[in-house]
């Protein structure tokens, strides 16, 4: 062989181990494009990380992703590792976390490394691990009131100034009750309006957004620019419209993908808040059928 037929042993290697998993594993596509920078949100793994972290993200990264968004900070810690630690392991993986959800505290007023306790801390340790979002994951049902909702914003712009200060955007991750009107208006309109539009960014649950009758590509037309982190995650097509893996379930995606810019998106990360499957069988469906859309 010669010019361009000259082929390595490692790549004629490669493709040969390939051929025979499509062989092996009835389905499965290996030659699909990988969907770009696939991220997961490891929520989705919860039971599975404190029982083995280092070999849960291993399979994670087997699966396909590159980026994962972190959850469950504490006290300095990122499951049970300092932040040196978590990123050295997330780098030998081939993986990295551009993001992290957060709680606000108030409803826990002991916790470390909530928007109103030790929050510079919480803001550093972020930076060290290379953050890029620092996002206020879930408001608990005590702190959905009108008036609660007022205060929220005057703590979100004043904890992302502290990102700011870090490089790190900070953003707000929404489930379907923010949708439910309140005196007239809807507390995610009451959000959006009252942070500043530059220090608070939306990251778009694109099933609970779907959930309450929300049209994503609507929302970032009246807001573009302002979600620039999605969650993905499908709805059943069921009554009771329950979550589904990507593909499989009634949300159309590309329909989606294809308003990415009016978005301003930046990262996508597969969620599935409860599954049906075991959770690593649930995430390789959902990344599977990532690599089936033009994103």
Known sequence: MN??????????????????????????????KPAQTVGLQLYTLRDLLPKDVEGTLKKVA???????????????????????????????????????HYTTGNTMPNAKGTLKKDWKRAVDDAATLGQKYMVCAYLFPEERKMDDYKRHVDLFNKSAELCKAAGIQFAYHNHDFEF????????YDLILKGTDPNLVKMELDLYWASFAGQDPVALFKKHPGRFPLWHIKDMAKTKEREFAEVGLGSIN??????????????????????????????????????TKISV
Do not use: W
Request: aromatic share 12%; proline share 6%; charged share 20%.
């Open 180 to 187: 439910k009107p309140m005196g007239g208006q809807l507390p």
């Open 62 to 100: 087997e699966i396909g992703y590159k980026e994962v968004e972190l959850f469950g900070y504490s006290d300095g810690k990122f499951f049970g590792k300092t932040p040196a630690q978590f990123s050295a392991l997330l780098k030998s993986l081939g993986l990295s976390a551009p993001s992290g």
């Open 3 to 32: 010019g361009s037929q000259n082929i390595s042993r490692k790549d004629f290697l490669k493709t040969s181990a390939l051929a025979m998993a499509a062989v092996l594993t009835p389905g499965l596509d290996v030659f699909a």
């Open 253 to 290: 995606f590309q329909r989606i993908f294809d308003a990415k810019k009016t978005a301003g998106l930046t990262h996508y990360f597969v969620e599935q808040d409860i599954c049906k499957r075991p959770p690593l069988e649930s995430i390789a469906i959902s990344y599977r059928n990532l």
